[in-house]
């Protein structure tokens, strides 16, 4: 009966680790939080810590990833197995997809909240590697299927949704503004609008 108890609240205490130190890492930085600081907060001792995490940079690592693993499993539902049947299907598997983004963010705001200083400062590429990469997936998926332009450009259109909704989510985290419910309806909208094929307009020299 007692067997498995070390691991359920193993994982337990891992997870409330990760929660308070998120906390702790995105009010004082990586550098003025200690071990000590992040045993307290987290009602544990440094061993327990040391037991999950080699050191305070793992731990650091393993606070950056949870937002962007969480639902990971989900974005990568929408690319596989059956292409979209329609433009209106592709349509609504992207709003599925940003909307996922967003809310994993809001789950994990102390997480995302670091995760963006630390891209910031960097310069590094759009956050939430399994996002973008969906979103990739999706708009390749369009394109093999004929609902896309073959001219357009698929990667613009990416970096598009990324950097939209990196701005809303920077504007959730910095300046309080909440993140809006219809954000990834009108966003897949716009964006698809940009890369699905349209009618050229007639030549003016040959028309009439």
Same mark, same amino acid.
């Given at each position: 009966m !007692?067997?498995?108890l070390p691991g359920r609240y193993g994982r337990r205490t891992r997870r409330r680790i990760l929660h308070e130190a998120a906390k702790l %890492?995105?009010?004082r930085g990586y550098a003025d939080?200690?071990?000590n600081d992040l045993a307290q907060a987290a009602g544990c001792s440094k061993a327990a810590i040391y037991y999950h995490f080699a050191d305070k940079r793992q731990l650091y690592e393993a606070v950056l990833d949870a937002a962007l693993l969480d639902g990971e499993e989900a974005f990568f539902s929408e690319a596989e197995g059956r292409p979209p049947r329609s433009l209106e299907d592709l349509g609504e598997r992207l709003e599925r997809v940003i909307r996922r983004h967003l809310e994993a963010a #809001?789950?994990?705001?102390?997480? !995302? &909240?670091? #995760?963006r200083r630390v891209e910031a400062r960097a310069a590094s590429s759009p956050n939430g590697a399994p996002f973008v990469d969906e979103v990739q997936r999706l708009f390749d998926l369009g394109?093999? #299927? *004929? &609902? &896309? $332009?073959?001219?357009? $450009? &698929?990667?613009a259109a990416v970096t598009a949704v990324a950097a939209t909704c990196n701005g809303h989510i920077d504007s959730w985290l %910095?300046? *309080?503004q909440p993140l809006a419910? $219809?954000?990834p309806r009108r966003l897949a909208a716009l964006v698809l609008h940009g890369v699905v094929p349209?009618?050229?307009?007639?030549d003016r020299a040959t028309a009439g």
């Open positions: !007692t067997a498995g %890492f995105a009010s939080a200690s071990m #809001r789950r994990h705001r102390e997480a !995302t &909240l670091l #995760r394109r093999q #299927r *004929g &609902l &896309l $332009d073959a001219s357009a $450009d &698929l990667e %910095f300046s *309080g419910e $219809d954000v349209h009618e050229s307009p007639p």
